[in-house]
């Protein structure tokens, strides 16, 4: 059984929504998926999908889902539901989530407590992540603690790193499993570099495919192209909004920009037509304070679509295969330059570097089998009862 905020047919919840939609894909062979999520799509958008079955067991091809209504998404439902499909585990893919923050408080309950539990904070634990709303999580810790939510679990890291920041965070030593996030099968399997936009010198068209929070840091990359005063610039905003405040501060700021910057908020769109979006854009920039794994960057390459991104990313990857860069957040003047070199490209010099992109990703995708096998002991491990408290 999965707790997770958002499933499909919705499109707004980021990474965290495809992580458990592609191991539900790879998996579904061998195991009986039971998806518990909202009926709606996003933070900002409570209104109920209508291609579903809300409060009942909706058949996917990779899982059966429960699309809760806001009178369902309780612990005393989340109860009820665990008690009657008595699952041999339960996977979350967040801790702070609305629905897997639910059942945390509902695994106060000794029944609950007894079913092996695999949580997989997804980034939530790093320093950068846990500095936003921190008093609102340190209580929830304090609670957790006392409460004993967080016994009989395995924990699901992605990199070394999060193994010390999961540590760190329960103040005890947990038991970790590492396995990174799996991407689809295929993304674009039709491409071609056809699709693809012409470069000319001194034009160029960005596109920016995250959630726009804070965390993704897309007013960090406003204020750079502020020093960017000549050419014909474009910047595609493709991604949903968790707070109307910081959307709002990103429309101010692209308002300030020189004339020669357009600056288009597309909001949330499908996937499908996102990906399209990002196929017609030349680099995807990606700012980001903390990125757990960073499916977009995989979209991105997949779309022959170089990467701008922070060193925050884990793709240390695509600099030496010359698909991208990563640049530290304070270092301000080597974004300005790299933007410039973006700008001035000409077009067969895009051409390369954008089939070097594609070709990375393919290659990439098609040598997930290590990845998929390490999600495969975690599954294993936590349906022997073998995870620690």
């Known amino acids: ?24 894909e790879r998996f579904c062979d061998r195991y009986d998926f039971f998806i518990i999520t909202r009926d709606c799509d996003g933070k900002l958008d409570d209104t109920p999908y209508v291609s579903v079955a809300r409060d009942k067991w909706n058949v996917r091809p990779e899982a059966r889902v429960f699309y809760a209504s806001p009178a369902t998404l309780n612990q005393k439902n989340f109860v009820r539901l665990v008690n009657d499909i008595q699952p041999d585990a339960i996977y979350l893919n967040s801790i702070f989530s ?32 846990l500095g936003l709303k921190n008093i609102r999580k340190s209580f929830f810790f304090a609670f957790a603690r006392l409460s004993g939510v967080f016994q009989n679990v395995l924990w699901k890291a992605t990199s070394e790193a999060e193994v010390g920041d999961i540590n760190q965070a329960i103040r005890h030593k947990a038991k970790v499993m590492i396995a990174s996030e799996l991407a689809p099968l295929k993304i674009l ?72 910057i357009s600056v288009n ?46 060193d925050q990313i884990a793709w240390h990857e ?7 860069w990563r640049l530290p957040l304070s270092a301000v003047p080597e974004w300005v330059t790299t933007l410039e070199k973006c700008v001035q490209m000409s077009h067969s010099e895009y ?10 990703a393919v290659k990439w995708l098609a040598a997930e089998k290590e990845t998929e096998s390490a999600n495969a002991k975690v599954l294993e491990e936590v349906l022997e009862g073998a995870a620690g408290t």
Request: hydrophobic residues 45%; contains cysteine.
């Open 98 to 129: 609305k629905v897997c923050g639910t059942f945390l408080l509902a695994r106060r309950i000794a029944s609950l407590r007894r079913v092996n539990l695999v949580i997989a904070p997804c980034g939530e634990l790093s320093e950068a992540a």
């Open 189 to 260: 399997p039709d491409f071609s570099m056809e699709n693809k936009p012409n470069k000319k010198t001194e034009s160029v068209r960005f596109v920016y495919f995250s959630r726009v929070t804070p965390k993704k840091n897309l007013h960090f990359l406003l204020q750079l192209l502020k020093h960017l005063n000549y050419g014909e610039i474009k910047l595609d905003v493709v991604g949903p909004a968790d707070e109307e405040a910081y959307l709002a501060r990103c429309a101010e700021l692209s308002n300030e920009l020189p004339s020669n």
């Open 1 to 24: 059984m999965i707790f997770c905020d958002s499933y499909l047919p919705g499109y707004r919840g980021g990474g965290g929504m495809w992580s458990v939609r592609n191991l539900a």
């Open 351 to 360: 051409v390369n570097v954008s089939y070097m992109a594609r070709k990375f």
């Open 265 to 310: 908020f597309l909001g949330g769109v499908p996937y499908e037509a996102a990906l399209e979006i990002v196929l017609k854009s030349h680099f995807m920039v990606l700012p980001t304070l903390n990125e757990n794994f960073g499916y977009v960057i995989i979209e991105a390459l997949a779309a022959g679509c170089p990467v701008i991104a922070s």
């Open 318 to 324: 695509i600099e030496k295969n010359g698909v991208g």
